[in-house]
């Protein structure tokens, strides 16, 4: 398929050619919720603790005695039935990350490309180059509406642009092997530079 290509300004620069088998596939909810899963799931630090009975603050002494008393036999105050006692088989630090095969994980890349080339919102620009100044930048990125956008470029990015693109809320810039699934598919607008392109062709062919 064939898209335009434009440049920052808005001017056009002609246009390029998107390989089909990554770009034009119809897009799977279940694969790119199987990789997001993963995704956030990695992230996720799984630094919960409770305190079991053998870390609360409480004397070891027997509260009152065995017999006698009417009331049932306890031996500590830190037992999980009483307050403040210790918690049985809560949470503890643990890694929630799971396996996922590679392929899915590619899989799930070209269902979110190409899901943003369905709904109208993939834009391919020419090149990324900035004066490096933000307030230019910004007036650039609001001409072009772009209001939650990613951007992609190839293997390095500009370093005046993400200086530039630092403070514009709403504006996220990666390297083509920075590109996942779960960035692509949290912001309204996909910007690809050429080299964004051809630099994600050759990582999923």
């Not at 056009?12 to 919720?33: M, N, Q, T």
């Amino acid at each position: 398929m064939k898209l335009d290509v434009i440049k920052l300004d808005g001017g056009k620069a002609g246009s390029v050619e998107l390989g089909d088998e990554i770009f034009g596939l119809e897009p799977r909810a279940d694969i790119l919720h199987r990789v997001v899963r993963w995704q956030r799931n990695k992230a996720q630090a799984g630094t919960h603790k409770v305190k079991t009975r053998s870390e609360v603050s409480y004397s070891t002494k027997k509260i009152y005695r065995q017999k006698g008393t009417g009331g049932a036999r306890h031996g500590s105050r830190k037992a999980p039935i009483f307050r403040k006692g210790g918690i049985y088989k809560g949470p503890t630090p643990r890694s929630h990350a799971h396996d996922l095969p590679k392929k899915v994980r590619k899989l799930g890349l070209m269902h979110a490309l190409s899901a943003k080339v369905k709904d109208g919102s993939l834009v391919i620009i020419e090149n990324i180059e900035s004066d490096g100044k933000t307030s230019s930048l910004a007036k650039q990125v609001a001409n072009l509406g772009w209001k939650r956008a990613l951007i992609i470029d190839g293997a390095e990015v500009n370093e005046n642009f993400i200086r530039a693109a630092a403070n514009i809320d709403g504006l996220d810039v990666l390297p083509s092997m920075g590109a996942n699934v779960y960035d692509i598919l949290k912001r309204d607008t996909l910007v690809l530079t050429k080299a964004g392109v051809e630099a994600l062709e050759a990582r999923l062919k």
